[in-house]
Structure formats: structure tokens, C-alpha cells
């Protein structure tokens, strides 16, 4: 395996993660190539108002701080907001992209079809046009960043439901759902942020919800987002059962018992679980225009069924209910992270078995992945180069980092790939400084 910054490189997907795998190559003398199924740079983040690649949604805002979601060296205009738009974040990303020389290497309207392994730890990479032609190229290295949140979890339940039923990824306005009867499942960051724009022009918008969740304003503790908020916990190096004890505390006295807004009161801690970062839900719930409900029993042509023995009518159904992790190139017998299944990755981008496929952006952190991914991208470039080696015994810090996962967040899919956004950067920038 060479490991020189003339290594062929192949980095899949130009969204936030590919870029800034593809900038810290650049800077450490490595030219890759990128390949993106889009015509331009940004990923899920490339809004439009037709069903494709992205979940973005006319409305979405980021639920972490400008602060801490910018990339290292290269902050966020200004005069953005705390919590930018997407077109602000799009707009970030392909000046980002164009500032460190990142776009003359991608080659857009380009699928990756297929990812095989050859000989010498070197793989054959088959990609497709826009026009159909197919050619393969060899690398010495693959890069995957291609996202995981474009394909959609649909979750099944007993009976047929007759009126409409689209996964949150469909969904791109309220505006269609004006004046209809509106249920939406889930209780993450989507489920909660679509309830709040359906019920602004729906007759009435309910949420189902299975368990208890953790909501937390978007402004908290002294006016801040929660994630500056929570900074100097990590900062003074607090140990992980205090942290949970403090935060759990702040949001108790900032949002009092979940109850109160007719939602279940959570069974884990508040860093136990993917924190959902919303402030209109909580307002809507106790001013009457969302309605919170328990989790489906069945349907019933029209008729929605609740555990609880409730039924109600409904026009639409939104699912919010997550992602697969997927990766379309490779076969399933070959990787496989879907349905829950674990992810064996070292740093979240190691893999023990395949030393010259790493991953990137493979996390779903309480903050932001980005800067995790620029992070995760500087220790690649140095690997590729030379200068970093993963630790030898790769495959029992797995193992405990896969234990650790499992005592800190209740069982989800969702969690297989979670970390604490500060703690995990901290991880990383350790292994960075022992250079």
C-alpha cells in the first residue's frame, strides 16, 4: 500500500464532507479526484423543490450555532445569522470549495456504480455519466463521503393507510398541506421542525411520538445556543456523569416537565440520546396548534389508531423516522452499516479489514458533523502520506469504543454512529497533535 502524496485518491461526494476531504489532501500535496452525482457542490444541502438527493426542505435553518459549525480556518460570513439557512450553508460550502481549489477537481453529473477491491489494497472505481457512459479507474485510496441522510427509513405498521403517506425526505413545504388533517411521526430534529411549518397552515398537525425526547431551545442558557452554551463544560474538562448531571439540570429548569406539554417525560439523561434543538415545538404544544400524540397502533383506511386506544382521522402522514446508512457502490456482502447494524470503524473512519478505505463524516454527533469531518480529513491526508499510523491494537479500541457507545445512548438505530461533538473533536485533535 503506498502511502506518498502520489497515491491516486478517490473521494465520493462533493457535499460538506467530501469537500474538506478533498481541501486537506490539496494541502498536504495530494491532487484527488472527487466524484458527485449533482451538478454542483453541497450535497443534501442543494435544495429543490422536486424530490432528489436532498432532505433540505424550503424552511430549514441548521439546528447547531454558525460558531460551531463553521470548518477550521475558514469561518462564516458575519453578518450570518446564529442559525443560517440553507442557502446561506450552501452558499458557505461552495466558497469554501472554490476558496481552497477544491471544485476544478470534481467531476460533477458523475455516479459512483461500483467500488471493488483489487489487488495490493487498490480498488476499481466504476463511475457513470450523466449520459450513461460507464469507465472504471483504479485507486490507490477511496474516500467515502457520501452522506447519510438521502435514504429514506419507512416505518411499517399493521392495516393500510388510504390517505397520503410520504417520508420526511419527500417532504419541501407546507404549502400542500394547507387546510389538512396532518400527523407526523417522530420525535428528531425533523419530525419536529415539519410539525411546526404544517401547523402554521394546516386544520390541525398531531405528533407521535414512541418514547420521551430531550428538547431544548435554540436559545437557552444566558440567550446562547446550546452548544456555546455547553463549550466550557468540556473545556474544563468535566467527567462525562457530571456533564450529564449539570445538562440535564439546565434543561429541566429551561423547558420544566415534558408533561406539561403533554409529551412523555424521557427515560434517559439528557446526552443519552440525539438531542432535538427546537423552540417552537414546546410553544406550539402549549398554545394548542400541535398535538401531541402517542406512538401508531395501526391503521385503518383513513383512521390512525394509537396505542393509547385513541383514533383519529387523517388526510397525511409524514414519517420522520431516519436514515439508512447506505452505501450503493459496494456489494451488501462486502459493507454493510444498514438496519441498525453496527459500525466497526476506528474513529468512525478506520476499517480494521480494508486499511485503504476510510470514511468520512460517518457520524451523527450531538453538534455538527462538519468540523468533525474537516477534523477526520487532516488525520486521512497524513495517513495517505505517511505521517500518521492507526494504533495496533485497532481492533480492541473498537470493540470498546462499540461497548462505550452502547452504555452511553439508549438503542436506536440512529445511534450506531452518534458521539458527543466536543469530546469527539477532542479525540481527534489529540491524534493530530501526536505528529
Not at 41 to 52: E, H, I, K, Q
Not at 113 to 120: A, D, N, T, Y
Not at 139 to 145: E, G, H, I, P
Not at 359 to 365: D, K, N, R
Request: hydrophobic share 35%; net charge neutral; aromatic share 12%.
Amino acid at each position: 500500500m503506498e502511502h506518498s502524496t502520489s497515491a491516486r485518491v478517490c473521494i465520493i461526494g462533493a457535499g460538506p464532507s467530501g469537500i474538506t476531504a478533498a481541501k486537506n489532501c490539496l494541502q498536504v500535496g495530494i491532487t484527488p479526484v472527487v466524484y458527485e452525482k449533482g451538478d454542483q457542490v453541497g450535497g443534501n444541502w442543494v435544495y429543490s423543490p422536486r424530490l432528489s438527493h436532498s432532505s433540505v426542505f424550503e424552511t430549514t435553518h441548521i439546528i447547531s450555532s454558525k460558531r460551531h459549525s463553521q470548518y477550521d480556518g475558514y469561518p462564516m460570513p458575519k453578518d450570518y445569522p446564529d442559525y443560517p439557512s440553507h442557502k446561506q450553508v450552501l452558499a458557505y460550502f461552495q466558497g469554501y470549495a472554490d476558496h481552497f481549489g477544491v471544485t476544478p477537481l470534481i467531476r460533477f453529473n458523475t455516479e459512483v456504480c461500483r467500488v471493488e477491491k483489487s489487488g495490493g489494497e487498490t480498488w476499481r472505481v466504476t463511475v457513470q455519466s450523466s449520459n450513461g457512459e460507464q469507465h472504471t479507474e483504479t485507486f490507490d485510496y477511496v474516500l467515502v463521503a457520501n452522506g447519510h441522510h438521502w435514504d429514506p427509513r419507512m416505518p411499517t405498521y399493521p392495516g393500510t393507510f388510504t390517505g397520503e403517506m410520504l417520508h420526511s425526505h419527500a417532504f419541501k413545504s407546507a404549502e400542500p398541506y394547507r387546510n389538512k388533517r396532518v400527523l407526523v411521526i417522530g420525535g428528531g430534529n425533523s419530525a419536529c421542525d415539519i410539525a411546526v411549518e404544517t401547523s402554521r397552515v394546516a386544520a390541525f398537525t398531531a405528533i407521535s411520538m414512541r418514547r420521551g425526547y430531550h428538547i431544548t431551545p435554540k436559545f437557552g442558557l444566558f440567550g446562547q445556543p446550546p452548544d456555546v452554551a455547553a463549550e466550557p463544560m468540556y473545556k474544563l474538562g468535566l467527567p462525562r456523569p457530571v456533564r450529564n448531571v449539570i445538562f440535564t439540570a439546565i434543561n429541566r429548569m429551561l423547558v420544566g416537565d415534558y408533561r406539561q406539554y403533554g409529551l412523555e417525560r424521557p427515560k434517559h439523561h439528557v446526552m443519552g440520546g440525539h438531542l432535538v434543538n427546537n423552540s417552537e415545538l414546546l410553544y406550539f404544544l402549549r398554545h394548542g396548534k400541535i398535538h401531541p400524540r402517542k406512538d401508531i397502533a395501526r391503521f385503518d383506511e383513513n383512521t390512525v389508531h394509537f396505542v393509547d386506544g385513541t383514533a383519529e382521522p387523517y388526510d397525511v402522514v409524514i414519517a420522520a423516522t431516519g436514515f439508512n446508512i447506505t452505501f450503493p457502490f459496494f456489494e451488501r456482502d462486502f459493507i454493510d452499516f444498514s438496519a441498525g447494524k453496527s459500525v466497526p470503524l476506528y474513529l468512525r473512519m478506520f476499517h480494521p479489514d480494508h486499511p485503504s478505505l476510510l470514511f468520512i463524516g460517518l457520524v451523527q454527533p450531538l453538534g455538527t458533523i462538519w468540523p468533525l469531518s474537516d477534523l477526520q480529513s487532516q488525520l486521512a491526508a497524513r495517513y495517505i502520506t505517511g505521517q500518521y499510523n492507526p494504533p495496533a491494537d485497532m481492533r480492541a479500541r473498537i470493540a470498546a469504543e462499540q461497548a462505550d457507545l452502547q452504555k452511553r445512548f439508549y438503542r436506536a438505530d440512529r445511534h450506531t454512529i452518534e458521539v458527543e461533538g466536543f469530546e469527539f473533536a477532542a479525540r481527534l485533535r489529540k491524534e493530530l497533535r501526536g505528529l
